[in-house]
Every structure is written in C-alpha cells, then in structure tokens.
C-alpha cells in the first residue's frame, strides 16, 4: 500500500468530532434533549479542576482575602524563646493525640470546600446570565421604544392632502 | 556538551549509567517504577546499570522491607540504601497544605522530605561516587531520592519527571529544580509542555520516549473461555484500572447511566479493577473487581471499546494495551495528555461532557466499521511509537548527544 492509499483511508478523530459535536448543536437548536444543567456542570467541573486559579467574583466584591476554607494545619507560635518548645509540644505530643479527629474534620471541611466552590461557581454563572439577558432586555426595550416611537411619529404627523 | 571533567565517550562501547528511583524490584506496583525497571533493564543490554534506590517496596508507609546494600537483579546492579518509616501525622500535616495549595514556599522543602523515603546514605553516595557515572537518571520529580539527588550530580543528570497536573506541580520551589538537570525524558509532549511552563528559563534538552509494549499474540480459543469463565457474553465496553473517583470514575458512571437512558439499545459496560467507591447498580454494569493480567489480556482482546476517563494521567498504558488490541478508545477530553494521545493516534473519541460522552460511545457502537478502523489505526500508531525498540533507540540517540558528545 502507498502512502497516498493509507492516507486516504484514514479515518481522522477532528472530523468525527466535528461532526458529533455539530449533531448534538442541532438537536439543541432544535430543542431536543436540552439539558438545563449542562453548562453548569460544565462550568463546575472546569472550576474543580482549576481550583489552584479560581477566585470568586464575590470574594473579591465582599473584599474577603481569605475566603477559602483551610484544612490544613499549621503549627506557629509568636513567642521568641518558648515559642519552639510550645511548637514542639503541639506537633509531637498534642497533634499525634487529637490526630484522628483531625483527620475526620479536615476530610468534611475538604467536602465543604468543594460545595462552597461549586456554590460560587453556580451563583456566579447566574449572576451573569441574569446581567447579560438584563441588557438584552434593555436592547430589546430600547428597540420597542424606538420602534413604537417611530410609530407616533407618524400616527403625529398631519395627515397629507392631496388636492 | 559533556559532563564536567570528562572527555566525549562513546555510547557504542557503554557507559556507566545509574538509575535513581523510589521504590525498585520484581512485584513492586506503580506506573513509574514500573517504566524504571523496564528502562533499566533494557539500557543494560549495552551499558552498565546500577540502580539507586530504597529498601521500600510501600510507597505509603515506606516500611523498608529489602535488604540493604548490593544485589544482582537481572541484568542490573541494585544498591538499596536504608529508609526510615514515614511519620504518619507530620506528613498528613504537610500533605495537608500541598493539596489545599497552601503551601508557603519555605514549607515545600519539608513536603518534599516527607514525601520520602528518606535516604540520605543515597545522597552521600551520591556526593562521593557520582562523578563516576557518566549519567545518572532520575525517576519522578517528587520523591526525596530525587529531589534532594538530583541538585548533587545535576551536570550528568536526566530526570524522567513522569508529571501530571495536579497541586505538586505547582509548587514553587521546582520552577528553579526544574532548571538543574542536564536534559529530560518525558512520556508525553504534553507532559514535556506542562514542565516547561513550571521551569525558570529554557528547559534542558528533552526527548519524548512514552513506553514500550511487546506485540499482543492472541489466543482466541483462551480469550473467548476466559470471558465465558467471567460471564461475559456478547460486544462490552470496558473500563480497566482502579475504580475511584479520582480517576473519573463517578463522572464516568454518572455519564453511562445517562447513555442508558438515552438508548434503546445499549452496550454493557464492564469494569476491571479494585474498587473503591460504590459501582451503580445496573443490569449494563458488570463489575469484575481485581482482573489477573491474563484476563485483563482476554477482556482487551474482546472489548468493543475502551473507556478512559481519567482526568489526570501522564501517560496511559491502558489506552496503549487497548490499541495494542486494535480497540478503539474513547477518552476524557479535558485530560490534555488523553485527549492528545488520541488525536495524534486518530485512534478513537473523546469526550468534554456528558452529552458529549452519550454520543460518542454511540457513534462507536452504532458504527463497528469506522470504530474498528480507529482500533487499527491506534494499533499502528503504537507500532510507530510504543515498540520497545523504538523507545530504546530514542533513549540511545538521546545518550548519544547529551552524555557521550555526538
């Protein structure tokens, strides 16, 4: 086989998906299957994958630097000589003892922290759903009122006579 | 370039090569190590191989179960140095703040030694005898042997990162080690991306090597008693690794169920793997639990399709078995390294939601003649570029010109 024969079959994957992905724009145009929830799922699963980058909106609009829920333990002391003793204390003798509740709230904050992020995420995509059909109301009011405008314009106008 | 104080040798007439790793030996589980060996082994065919390593064979407790010092495994020379046990609690602690990405960078050195083993008779060895070898590999960038190695013989270092993206990559104490090694071996271009974007500056000379399959010889009569053994009957999809939802599994279920109820008449799904979390119940769904590798053969070898939904891998020797069986794949698009192996190999679909994931599979089961030619165009692309003689020969030109000068 030469290799215009074999490339000539190959069966590409971009095109498959082209056209799977343009099946499934039709069936939506035409309002089969629309599944409400989709572009949040999507949206959330995007976030949940991102969560290194994501900062909500909110938390920056409620000017909260420090929104995120944090498991993970840090042992720290201010006090300059005792200081290391007390660190030593709390992570070699304190910690190892209270381990095992430790371990089962930070497994239910690490939960809460994925629900707090999916929350926002939701809230945010509504946010900006509702602002954008807002303004597409606003264009189309302001379409209605030129238009219904244009009309008194003419309903106004004095009626032409012709002689 | 050639490593300080050593004139250009020839890889022809072999060279002395060691090989830094975690976690080394016959039985011990996991992608990396795994991929170690099967280097190692082969790289001795033509030079001198000493494998650094621990006495660990539990990558979670590092209990230190081999003997110390020199063995002879196979074609290589194994050094096992001792490790200390890992410390549940601290580690927790520091692992903690890695995932939850609060890490402070003054704190990742600490993660890094508590990852583990801690070796440091492997780090003085190092210090003193590795200007005797003229390159030493590094496998996986997150484990104590080689983040704390590799800085000792950094001008005849080849680190093989094995990266994936998740919180370790991030950490910002690699954008200035990721910079240290003499060049890399990586199992994916996309993996080779996502290490470049962490390196401070350009990245060393690299080479994507994957990793090697032997070809399948298929015993039909076998395969068809072993699915019968199993109770399978008639064309299945397969889902082949640990069930777990770190490894898309929940996502993966949520879609299948949603395909059932979209389709009149659909395709079982059968998964092979240990479980971890609840499988859904469903007449379509045969869960098999722990699969022997000669029923892992079989069930690849029978499979309409593989199902792949990982949404993190560094490189996915399933979907390289399935091709190896001329099996089609279909994948999670939003793995970047997935959605690249498949698209390169024209060797299945994939998927970014759920509609996306009902159509897909089918289209593959609906339609066995195109489906079955992405099955053969994976099988071809693995010849191409998953045959251990090319791996090798990519391995050996990269030695060629980074260590030996050509």
Redesign the interface.
Known sequence: MNTADSAA??????E??VS??Q??RRRHLAGI?V?PL?SA??QL??AF?S??GYRPLIAELINEGDW?I?????FRSDRPVVGEILIFIK?RIV??VV?WLY?YC?ENF?VQ?RVNTGLMVLIETLAQENARLRLDMEKVLGLLGSRSGETNDTQESPPQIRG | MTPRNRRPRSVDKGLNLAVVVQRYGEGVVGGSEEHCRAIAERLAEKHRVTVLTSRARDYVSWKPECKAGESREGPVLVRRFSNRRRRR??W??IN??M?????LPEEEETWFRENGPRTPGLLEYLETHGGDYDAVFFWTYRYFPSYFGLPLVADRAILVPTAEDD?AI?LSSLRSFFALPRGYLFLTPEERDLVSGRVDGALAPSEVIGSGLDPVSEDVEDSAAILDRLGIEGAFALYIGRVDPNKGCA?MFWNYLRYLS?TKSPIPLVVAGRSVMDIPQSSYIHALGYVSDEEREALLSRARLLIMPS?YESLSIALLEAWNHARPALVNG?CKVLKGQ??R??????Y?????FV??LS?LVENPE?AQ??GR?GLHYVEQNYRWPVVMQKVEDFLQQTVAGG
């Open positions: 079959k190959t069966v590409s994957t971009e498959l998906m799977i992905r099946n499934i299957e599944n989709e799922r999507s699963e995007a994958e969560t290194s995120r944090r498991p993970a333990i840090r992570r910690f190892p381990y371990e930070s690490r922290r | 609690t601290r927790f602690e903690e703040m995932l939850s990405e609060d890490i919180p991030r996502a979209a949404p939003r498949v698209r190999a024209n060797g299945g679909l994939y970014e939601n759920p509609d996306e159509e897909t289209y195109t030619a992405l165009q």
